[in-house]
């Protein structure tokens, strides 16, 4: 990418932001990025005024989902400028997803260089308030107007931007989580391990349900066994069992490879605290609450960054985690990432891309 082409608007929409009530994913930014991807390649792309797009019925995503996304975040650093966290992680990831459902590769460093662009472009979007961030979702689509099950031709690759609070309404306070026994997200061979829209909306059933009765997501057991923890809807899932950290292994190929739980595990290495990653059981979990070993639960994802698990029904019983609070592990990993994220920590991992004042 050489030149990415601008076309600037002057815009009051900040002015009608509920900046005291942000919420997830609610306000979109003044400027997207857009990129047509034509005759076996992607043009240099343009940033545009944020408006809709001008989709035909018969668009081939529409019918058949041929679509991948990310999520990362941007934060005003106590340092001055900005930081953005990971993104060459997230251009990977995107990739990886891409290959899975057909969608040929964007250059990494083009993408990085877009989202720094468009971030830069509309900087003054970004929350002040701690635990508040611009989150930025990258995605690709097939942009080809036809019916019949075959890949795209033409795509679009897309970033809007969206000044957001926590993930989550009960923000870092302990959540409840229902371990889902009924329904199956993914399977082996399947899209479970892909940012892709039906990865997400395999997942909306029993997320609903599982909202209803008064939990903020399900914990998703392998599709097979129904035995063995996935993940959860929005999230990895972390178990801190007699001060050993572990977590779902991503060779089944069914869980996402979150940049935070990668974050996590790194952390946690360095630490020196025991990791495993490896396949565990619900069975395992129930006996290590039993025994009094199961000292936290908690879930890792761009959107949360750390999100305590202070309850999990499982089967109609309940199990409380660390009497529904947040956990030292828990609050030291979420400490030490949003630490990094904002520029209060050293990044010695070279996790951020800052873009200066």
Same mark, same amino acid.
């Given at each position: 990418?050489?030149?990415?082409?601008?076309?600037?608007?002057?815009?009051?929409?900040?002015?009608? !932001?509920?900046?005291?009530?942000?919420?997830?994913?609610?306000? %979109?930014?003044?400027?997207?990025?857009?990129?047509?991807? #034509?005759?076996?390649?992607? $043009?240099?792309?343009?940033?545009?005024?944020?408006?809709?797009? $001008?989709?035909?019925?018969?668009?081939?995503?529409?019918?058949?989902? @041929?679509?991948?996304?990310?999520?990362?975040?941007?934060?005003? &650093? +106590?340092?001055?400028?900005?930081?953005?966290?990971?993104?060459?992680?997230?251009?990977?990831?995107?990739?990886?997803?891409?290959? @899975?459902?057909?969608?040929?590769?964007?250059?990494?460093?083009?993408? +990085?260089?877009?989202?720094?662009? /468009? +971030?830069?472009?509309?900087?003054?979007?970004?929350?002040?308030?701690?635990?508040?961030?611009?989150?930025?979702?990258?995605? =690709? %689509?097939?942009?080809?107007?036809?019916?019949?099950?075959?890949?795209?031709?033409?795509?679009?690759?897309?970033?809007?931007?969206?000044?957001?609070?926590?993930? *989550?309404?009960?923000?870092?306070?302990?959540?409840?989580?229902?371990?889902?026994?009924?329904?199956?997200?993914? =399977?082996?061979?399947?899209?479970? &391990?892909?940012?892709?829209?039906?990865?997400?909306?395999?997942?909306?059933?029993?997320?609903?349900?599982?909202?209803?009765?008064?939990?903020?997501? /399900?914990?998703?057991?392998?599709?097979?066994?129904?035995? *063995?923890? $996935?993940?959860?809807?929005?999230?990895?899932?972390?178990?801190?069992?007699?001060?050993?950290?572990?977590?779902?292994?991503?060779?089944?190929?069914?869980?996402?490879?979150?940049?935070?739980?990668?974050?996590?595990?790194?952390?946690?290495?360095?630490?020196?605290?025991?990791? &495993?990653?490896?396949?565990?059981?619900?069975? #395992? !979990?129930?006996?290590?609450?039993?025994?009094?070993?199961?000292?936290?639960? %908690?879930?890792?994802?761009?959107?949360?960054?750390?999100?305590? /698990?202070?309850?999990?029904?499982?089967?109609?019983?309940?199990?409380?985690?660390?009497?529904?609070?947040?956990?030292?592990?828990? @609050?030291?990993?979420?400490?030490?990432?949003?630490?990094? @994220? *904002?520029? #209060?920590?050293?990044?010695?991992?070279?996790?951020?891309?800052?873009?200066? $004042?």
């Amino acid at each position: 990418m050489t030149n990415i082409n601008l076309t600037m608007e002057k815009s009051a929409k900040a002015k009608n !932001v509920d900046w005291n009530n942000l919420r997830f994913g609610v306000y %979109f930014t003044d400027h997207i990025f857009i990129s047509n991807y #034509e005759n076996g390649k992607w $043009d240099e792309g343009n940033i545009i005024p944020y408006d809709t797009l $001008d989709l035909e019925p018969a668009n081939c995503t529409l019918h058949y989902g @041929q679509t991948i996304f990310e999520g990362l975040k941007a934060f005003p &650093s +106590v340092r001055g400028g900005i930081n953005i966290f990971r993104p060459i992680m997230n251009a990977k990831r995107m990739n990886k997803s891409g290959e @899975q459902v057909c969608i040929p590769s964007y250059n990494e460093n083009d993408f +990085v260089n877009a989202i720094r662009e /468009v +971030v830069k472009l509309d900087r003054e979007w970004i929350p002040k308030k701690r635990g508040e961030s611009l989150y930025i979702r990258p995605f =690709v %689509f097939g942009s080809g107007n036809f019916l019949g099950v075959s890949s795209s031709k033409s795509y679009k690759f897309i970033i809007i931007l969206s000044p957001v609070a926590s993930y *989550y309404a009960e923000g870092l306070n302990p959540v409840k989580i229902l371990v889902e026994t009924e329904h199956v997200r993914a =399977v082996k061979g399947g899209l479970g &391990s892909a940012k892709t829209a039906a990865n997400y909306a395999a997942s909306m059933l029993a997320g609903e349900m599982a909202h209803r009765n008064g939990f903020s997501q /399900v914990l998703w057991l392998d599709g097979i066994e129904r035995k *063995y923890i $996935d993940e959860v809807g929005a999230m990895n899932i972390m178990f801190v069992i007699n001060d050993e950290l572990i977590t779902p292994t991503l060779e089944k190929g069914t869980i996402l490879a979150g940049i935070t739980r990668d974050s996590v595990l790194t952390l946690a290495k360095d630490w020196g605290i025991k990791v &495993s990653e490896r396949e565990i059981s619900i069975d #395992e !979990v129930i006996e290590a609450h039993k025994s009094g070993k199961l000292q936290e639960v %908690f879930g890792t994802g761009t959107a949360a960054v750390v999100s305590p /698990v202070g309850l999990l029904n499982y089967k109609g019983k309940e199990m409380i985690i660390n009497n529904m609070k947040i956990g030292e592990y828990t @609050q030291k990993f979420y400490d030490t990432i949003t630490g990094i @994220q *904002y520029g #209060e920590i050293e990044d010695k991992y070279n996790w951020i891309e800052h873009i200066s $004042d």
